[in-house]
């Protein structure tokens, strides 16, 4: 069995927004932790650190997932999607993203990353979501700011309705 020490950075080569990049962690390094500190991609929110908040939230293998549950070590491999890959390349807002801004959906920021990549994808699995879907997406974000009823009102226009 390999023993790794505590302290002993590893490799890991992940393919993010599109790109391969890779970096040194330690064992016990949170992917928020790798992609901010390491890659310096700080769109990635740290917020509670227990996966109850969204903050965190990354689209990982296709999966919308809470970064902050995850080891960089064990995202070896793998592809990342972050807030950072959402617009075009020469900083054009995706749809989504225009969205929130037209209807006021983000106030203080904190939030707004992991609910943009966790509505970007439910809006692939459910292209024309009701009301009420929405809500129960957004219920594994914690938003202080805004009550919820702009980003549900983004989320439904982005979807064409």
């Known amino acids: 069995m390999l023993r790794i020490k505590p302290d002993q950075k590893q490799r890991v ?4 927004n599109g790109k391969a990049v890779s ?12 992609l901010r500190h390491e890659l310096g991609l700080y769109g990635t929110h740290v917020g509670c650190e227990h ?7 990354a689209i990982i293998d296709g999966a919308a997932t809470r970064s902050c549950l995850r ?3 064990q995202c070896d ?9 959402l617009a075009d390349p020469d900083g054009t807002l995706n749809t989504l993203q225009k969205a929130f801004n037209e209807n006021g959906a983000l106030q203080c920021g904190f939030c707004t ?10 809006l692939q699995e459910n292209p024309k979501p009701t009301d009420d879907e929405i809500r129960d997406m957004l219920s594994g974000h914690i938003c202080r700011c805004t009550g919820y009823t702009q980003i549900v009102r983004a989320i439904r226009q982005a979807s064409g309705q």
């Open 71 to 73: 080891y960089a070590v």
């Open 77 to 85: 491999g793998l592809d990342i999607q972050t807030v950072e890959g």
């Open 51 to 57: 996966g109850v908040c969204g903050a965190c939230t």
């Open 113 to 122: 990353a992991g609910i943009l990549m966790s509505s970007t994808k439910f």
């Open 13 to 16: 080569t992940i393919t993010v």
């Open 23 to 34: 970096g040194y962690a330690e064992p016990r390094m949170l992917l928020t932790d790798f």
